[in-house]
C-alpha cells in the first residue's frame, strides 16, 4: 500500500459525458502528478501540482483539466469524453519538488468510454 | 529533454534464470533514475533508484541495477527468476525537478 488513495476504482461512461477523478496523497506529500496509461501510448505524464498551484504540464488535452485542493487532494476532469480516452489514471504523489524523490503511485481508476 | 529507452517490450526467462531488463536514457546532466514494478491491475511499485553514490543499488524481491554513466544505462538484473517476478517494469529517470519520464516497459514472463 503507497499510501496514495484514488476513486472510483472503476468508471464506464458514454462518449461526450465529463467525470471527475479523485487523488489523495500520501499524508505529507505536496506534489501530485496525473498520467494517463494506455496501451498504444504507455504512461503518459498529464499534469503535476506543488500545494495547490499547477507546476508541470505534460500530454493533456485541453478537455482535461485538473486542481489541487487546500487539503491537497487533487481532481482529475475529463470532459466530451472519447473513446480514446478509455485507460487508467494513475495519481502520484511526492514530498516536495528534489529531482531524487520517490514518487509513489495509486492503483489508479480505470475509465472506459463506451 | 530527457527520454528513456527500453529494449525489448517483452522478455522470457525460465525460473530460476537470470533475469536482465535494459534501460538506457538521454539526459544533459545526471541523472537520478529509478525501476518500478507494476503487477496486473495494479498501481507502479518502486523497485529501486540510483540517486547519488555507489552505482549498484540493490531493491526489493532480490533486484538490483548498476548506473554506468558512460554507458548511460541504468539496466535491471536478478540473478534468478521467481514465477512472482512476472509483471511489467518501468525504467524513469527524474532530473528537472518536476517531471519523471518513462520508459515504454518491458512485459516479463517468467516460464516454469
Known amino acids: 500500500d503507497s499510501g496514495v488513495t484514488q476513486t472510483p476504482k472503476h468508471l464506464i461512461t458514454a462518449t461526450g459525458q465529463r467525470v471527475t477523478l479523485r487523488c489523495s496523497p500520501r499524508s505529507g506529500d505536496l506534489s501530485v502528478y496525473w498520467y494517463q496509461q494506455s496501451l498504444d501510448q504507455g504512461l503518459q505524464f498529464l499534469i503535476q501540482y506543488y500545494n495547490g498551484e499547477e507546476r508541470a504540464k505534460g500530454n493533456i488535452l485541453e478537455r482535461f483539466s485538473a486542481q489541487q485542493f487546500p487539503d491537497l487532494h487533487s481532481e482529475l476532469n475529463l470532459s466530451s469524453l472519447e473513446l480514446g480516452d478509455s485507460a487508467l489514471y494513475f495519481c502520484?504523489?511526492?514530498?516536495?519538488?528534489?529531482?531524487?524523490?520517490?514518487?509513489?503511485f495509486g492503483p489508479g481508476t480505470r475509465l472506459l468510454v463506451l | 529533454a530527457q527520454s528513456v529507452t527500453q529494449l525489448g517490450s517483452h522478455v522470457s526467462v525460465s525460473e530460476g534464470a537470470l533475469v536482465l531488463l535494459r534501460c538506457n536514457y538521454s539526459?544533459?546532466?545526471?541523472?537520478?533514475l529509478f525501476w518500478y514494478v507494476q503487477y496486473p491491475n495494479q498501481g507502479l511499485q518502486l523497485l529501486l533508484k540510483?540517486?547519488?553514490?555507489?552505482?549498484l543499488v540493490k531493491g526489493i524481491n532480490g533486484f538490483e541495477a548498476e548506473f554506468k554513466k558512460s554507458e548511460t544505462s541504468f539496466h535491471l538484473t536478478k540473478p534468478s527468476a521467481h514465477m512472482s517476478d512476472a509483471a511489467e517494469y518501468f525504467c524513469?529517470?527524474?532530473?528537472?525537478?518536476?517531471?519523471?519520464?518513462f520508459g515504454t516497459g518491458t512485459s516479463l514472463t517468467v516460464i516454469p
Open positions: 539526459s544533459s546532466v545526471p541523472p537520478y
Open positions: 524513469a529517470v527524474s532530473n528537472t525537478g518536476n517531471q519523471f519520464y
Open positions: 502520484a504523489s511526492r514530498e516536495g519538488l528534489a529531482d531524487q524523490e520517490t514518487q509513489y
Open positions: 540510483y540517486t547519488t553514490g555507489a552505482t
